[in-house]
């Protein structure tokens, strides 16, 4: 079975200083693991993703991920947070075995302070 | 990628009444997934919706409570019955597109059960 842990439910940080959120993962197969992101009152959208390649993810909005197989982990990380960047920001992994099903972490909101 | 949209983006409804949500995506796909995010919460898979076939719906979820249609490759619908104020919530579809690891969203159904 497979599941995903987010291991802070908010994060704190001032603007311009860097951003991690936590992600761990559990699974019986090579997974692939995503990130989504979710502005108040607006839908998901797709930060990265790891699919086996690239262990250094580099998504949109200056993020980046790294897949550590050794820790089980996903962390994200910004160096420089934006104002804009305060939402909810969704860990989750893929069943790779055909079924495409999302698991999604629990969420960590994220704060920006001026 | 892929494009989907929702009917209706939002809507508020009395105890005891059913509500139907539409999902449109703008290119066929084979699999289609309903997910529930209630407020302050991570999104949680309702069920999976194939065509031509019965959906088939996660550990909590029912086929009384949330019948799903699924007509066609491009569009699918869920009925969230016998509303109760516990139902609001925002009901998002999905949807893996061929040559894509991912699954793209729709904007989500917000849902007030008065």
């Known amino acids: 079975a497979q599941s995903v842990t987010q291991l802070d439910s908010h994060v704190s940080v001032s603007e311009g200083t860097p951003v991690l959120l936590r992600c761990n993962y559990s699974s019986s197969y090579s997974p692939s693991l995503f990130w989504y992101v979710q502005h108040p009152n607006k839908g998901l959208q797709l930060l990265l993703k790891?699919?086996?390649?690239?262990?250094l993810v580099k998504g949109i909005n200056g993020f980046e991920a790294e897949f550590k197989k050794s820790e089980t982990s996903f962390h994200l990380t910004k160096p420089s947070a934006h104002m804009s960047d305060a939402a909810e920001y969704f860990c989750v992994v893929s069943d790779p075995s055909g079924t495409y099903k999302y698991i999604f972490g629990t969420g960590t909101r994220l704060k920006v302070l001026a | 990628s892929a494009v989907i949209s929702q009917k209706p983006s939002r809507d508020i409804c009395q105890r005891g009444t059913s509500l139907t949500i539409q999902c449109q995506v703008d290119s066929q796909v084979t699999m289609m997934f309903w997910y529930r995010q209630q407020p302050g919460q991570s999104l949680t898979l309702i069920a999976t919706a194939n065509q031509g076939s019965e959906a088939t719906y996660e550990s909590g979820f029912v086929i009384d409570k949330f019948p799903i249609s699924r007509p066609n490759l491009t569009f699918s619908t869920l009925t969230v019955s016998n509303m109760s104020p516990e139902d609001s919530s925002i009901y998002l579809c999905?949807?893996?597109?061929?040559?894509?690891?991912?699954?793209?969203f729709g904007p989500g159904t917000r849902l007030t059960v008065l």
């Open positions: 999905s949807a893996p597109v061929a040559g894509w690891n991912e699954q793209f």
């Open positions: 790891y699919t086996s390649a690239a262990t």
